[in-house]
């Protein structure tokens, strides 16, 4: 089967030391800074890569974004409509301070002006999908295991398996061994939230393995692993 006719791989990466830390900007369309195909998230395709945003370096230390590089701009549109989009940094020093200069197309898309204020903060989480070479990579890992950022273009990270689900819901457990599904006996998550105090019930999950995408079918492949910056100091 070929990769097209299964659903991409979604990883969602969370930031354990994102913080509360949240600035106002003025957020600036530039015309050099490109919207690629790879970076734009729609209803038929998934992100590939982050788009950018450019920054000083004054803001870049007060979010504490030198550690990850990746920022979160929240735009509020009408009735209170919130839309947060996560960027990779990239710091110049001629921006002016408390601006953010993004991609002019996707600031159009999102404010419908070449300016606009959103408020920016350290991301606590985004998503992107990988190849299919990259989920090969992936296969064999388990929950609890770590594995180099560079493998999904973050070099100098590190990143710990948490969990994941497949196309069709399932989630991993770490308590299944193995990468298929199984009927196990749960009395919480993942897999089940219990509505009384020692309630338990049969529930199908899959095994805490990252399976090789080439064996998968659609319905059965795995559709979103979830993992989250591994800081080894603070382990």
């Keep these: 089967m070929s990769y097209e006719e299964r659903p991409p791989l979604r990883i969602v990466i969370s930031d354990p030391k994102a913080g509360d830390k949240v600035v106002k900007v003025k957020v600036v369309g530039a015309e050099d800074i490109e919207l690629k195909n790879t970076m734009i998230k729609s209803k038929d395709k998934e992100r590939t890569e982050l788009p950018i945003a450019r920054i000083n370096e004054k803001l870049a230390d ?6 990850v590089g990746v920022l979160t701009l929240r735009f509020r549109g009408e009735e209170g409509k919130r839309t947060n989009i996560s960027f990779k940094v990239e710091i110049n020093n001629d921006v002016p301070e408390n601006t953010v200069q993004v991609s002019m197309e996707l600031l159009g898309e999102v404010a419908g002006d070449l300016e606009a204020e959103a408020e920016a903060f350290r991301a606590k989480a ?30 100098g990270l590190r990143f710990k398996i948490r969990g994941g689900s497949d196309a069709s819901g399932f ?9 298929g599904k199984k009927k196990v006996l749960l009395s919480g998550p993942p897999g089940y939230r219990p509505r009384r105090k020692g309630e338990r019930k049969r529930k199908t999950v899959r095994g805490r393995v990252i399976p090789d995408p ?13 993992v989250v910056i591994y800081y080894e100091k603070e382990s």
């Excluded at 609890?144 to 973050?154: C, K, Q, R, V, W």
């Design 62 to 67: 007060e979010l504490g974004l030198k550690e």
């Design 126 to 155: 985004w998503q992107i999908a990988v190849p299919e070479d990259v989920a090969i990579k992936l296969a064999g890992l388990q929950i609890g295991e770590t594995f180099d950022g560079s493998l999904i273009g973050m070099e």
């Design 214 to 226: 080439r064996g998968e079918r659609r319905k059965t492949a795995l559709a979103q692993l979830n």
């Design 171 to 179: 989630p991993m457990h770490p308590g299944v061994p193995g990468s």
